[in-house]
């Protein structure tokens, strides 16, 4: 256990929808990145969230947005979705270099 | 664009061999570099990190990082069924675990 916890663990989503989802950080971590991990290939790195700013962004459309609170939980929001949007997404805290994941979201958009 | 590579296997080695995971990475500003063991239907789990050239053991697993040839390596020891999983190699270019790029991940098969 990383004490990293997701919510929720599954969602079923169709096209053009919007979801959110959510990320408590590990206690002490004020960090936290998110990751899309489609089926047979490692996680792809969205943004990361240090201190309630965004601190750094993957190869991912305006349309995946994110926050950050105070206490350093985290949601993930992707609008329009697509059928491409269908992973696994990970939430990651870390304090300095090292990174512990959550359990994930698996979401399918039909 | 910043790629690791990694053979996708899947490996097999039999109970009790040394399995050797590879890695190759184009990104020469990278600075730290993490073995992640994902079981199927679960989250990555951290195993090592390494940031110097050379050898890390922790345990049954030893990293290797070479910087010059933009290499990195993970050896299991005694390998037992239950390592039987997804080895994701992923490398870092500071010290904020900022934009890690994944590899895709090697397929490892302990055989009892």
């Known amino acids: 256990e990383t004490g990293v916890t997701q919510s929720p663990t599954h969602l079923i989503k169709t096209r053009g929808q919007q979801v959110t989802l959510r990320c408590s950080s590990q206690s002490g971590h004020n960090t936290v990145s998110w990751y899309q991990q489609a089926l047979g290939q490692g996680p792809q790195f969205i943004f990361q969230y240090y201190r309630e700013e965004e601190n750094g962004r993957g190869n991912f459309p305006p349309r995946f947005s994110g926050l950050q609170f105070p206490n350093y939980s985290s949601e993930l929001n992707v609008n329009a979705l697509e059928l491409d949007d269908s992973a696994l997404y990970l939430c990651?805290?870390?304090?300095?270099?090292?990174?512990?994941f959550g359990p994930g979201t698996r979401l399918t958009v039909l | 664009q910043k790629e690791v590579e990694q053979n996708s296997g899947p490996l097999s080695v039999p109970e009790g061999a040394i399995a050797s995971l590879n890695c190759t990475y184009s990104d020469r500003g990278s600075q730290s570099f993490f073995w992640y063991r994902q079981y199927s239907g679960k989250s990555p789990e951290l195993i090592m990190s390494?940031?110097?050239?050379g050898d890390k053991e922790d345990g049954r697993f030893t990293a290797q990082l070479n910087k010059a040839s933009q290499y990195v390596s993970l050896l299991i020891r005694d390998s037992q069924p239950s390592d039987s999983a997804t080895y994701l190699c992923a490398a870092g270019r500071d010290n904020y675990g900022q934009n890690f790029v994944f590899g895709p991940g090697t397929r490892l098969s302990v055989l009892p």
């Open positions: 390494i940031y110097s050239n």
């Open positions: 990651a805290s870390s304090r300095q270099n090292e990174q512990f």
